[in-house]
T-cell receptor, first 115, second 112 residues
């Protein structure tokens, strides 16, 4: 493992379900990220947290709700998703926001299928 | 201004051949150019990176060539091996607070 652990690795949910993706990093990093990876947009930034504070929200629909309780944990809460939201969701971390934001360590991703 | 264009989208190379992936950028404030490698079922991982004060950086079989005037950089994989089969992403970033901007990715297949 890379030091960034994501669970679950695979998730199938209906459009009315509520589920959450979890990310944990063991690297002592201060910034954490959610990316969406799909065939149409290979690496699409969703959210950025630095020291638990959200610094970026890349116009993501409200059916995706991030939560960062501390610098080591990041969640992505999912509610009333659409089939087009099916994708690989990648969590990443970096030492810091700003100058340290250009070296990312990624987790293995959570493969989401929305039926 | 923030876009990084990567080509080709897919590449098939024979074992022992040279794989070449190209990227172009517009933002002259970019000053850090990494390449990430992603194997199936894994997240991307940093492979090699360059800053514009040098025109080339080599690590083993992997070389980045950088052309500042043309705003282009490329990844060369010498003696390509089947184990190099993966998706490769170029990226670029600038000064503090400037996020990594990723290219669209290249799926490389090295045939035995």
């Amino acid at each position: 493992e890379t030091g960034v652990t994501q669970t679950p690795r695979h998730l199938v949910m209906g459009m009315t379900n509520k589920k959450s993706l979890k990310c944990e990093q063991h690297l002592g990093h201060n910034a954490m990220y959610w990316y969406k990876q799909s065939a149409k947009k290979p690496l699409e930034l969703m959210f950025v947290y630095n020291f638990k504070e959200q610094t970026e929200n890349n116009s993501v629909p409200s059916r995706f709700s991030p939560e960062c309780p501390n610098s080591s944990h990041l969640f992505l809460h999912l509610h009333t998703l659409q089939p087009e939201d099916s994708a690989l969701y990648l969590c990443a971390s970096s030492q810091d926001w700003g100058a340290g934001a250009n070296v990312l360590t990624f987790g293995a991703g959570s493969r989401l299928t929305v039926l | 201004q923030q876009q990084v264009k990567q080509s080709p989208q897919s590449l098939i190379v024979q074992k022992g051949g040279i794989s070449i992936i190209n990227c172009a950028y517009e933002n002259t404030a970019f000053d850090y150019f990494p390449w990430y490698q992603q194997f199936p079922g894994k997240g991307p991982a940093l492979l090699i990176a360059i800053r514009p004060d040098v025109s080339e950086k080599k690590e083993g079989r992997f070389t980045i060539s950088f052309n500042k005037s043309a705003k282009q950089f490329s990844l060369h994989i010498m003696d390509s091996q089947p184990g190099d089969s993966a998706t490769y992403f170029c990226a670029a970033s600038g000064n503090a607070g400037n996020m990594l901007t990723f290219g669209g990715g290249t799926r490389l297949m090295v045939k035995p």
